[in-house]
Nanobody, 123 residues
Framework: QVQLVESGGGLVQAGGSLRLSCAASGRTFSSYAMGWFRQAPGKEREFVAA????????YYADSVKGRFTISRDNAKNTVYLQMNSLKPEDTAVYYCAARRYSYSPNPGEYDYWGQGTQVTVSS
């Protein structure tokens, strides 16, 4: 089994920054795609960003392109989400997820999930 643990959430003002971390354990991730998703109250879980572990190819939702950056640290088995220029509409619980092989923006296609970390952006 794969364990994913998110951290780094909190309360920030609009325009501020946060860096989320997702620590992975249980097995190697060279063949995985890692994704960040978020879910606000009353809304469906939505794709934010993803990275193919082996190649480093990244994918972003249009709503965060140019503001968020996903990256990984191979030695630490950790994926990061650097969030800049945060907006109130970014407020949500952010989840780290993993799936084998290819990237997907569909949360239903991810096999492993963390518990989530709350991000709140005040106006």
């Amino acid at each position: 089994q794969v364990q994913l643990v998110e951290s780094g959430g909190g309360l920030v003002q609009a325009g501020g920054s946060l860096r989320l971390s997702c620590a992975a354990s249980g097995r190697t991730f060279s063949s995985y795609a890692m994704g960040w998703f978020r879910q606000a109250p009353g809304k469906e879980r939505e794709f934010v960003a993803a990275i193919k572990w082996s190649s480093g190819i990244t994918y972003y939702a249009d709503s965060v392109k140019g503001r968020f950056t996903i990256s990984r640290d191979n030695a630490k088995n950790t994926v990061y989400l650097q969030m800049n220029s945060l907006k109130p509409e970014d407020t949500a619980v952010y989840y780290c997820a993993a799936r084998r092989y290819s990237y997907s923006p569909n949360p239903g296609e991810y096999d492993y999930w963390g518990q989530g970390t709350q991000v709140t952006v005040s106006s």
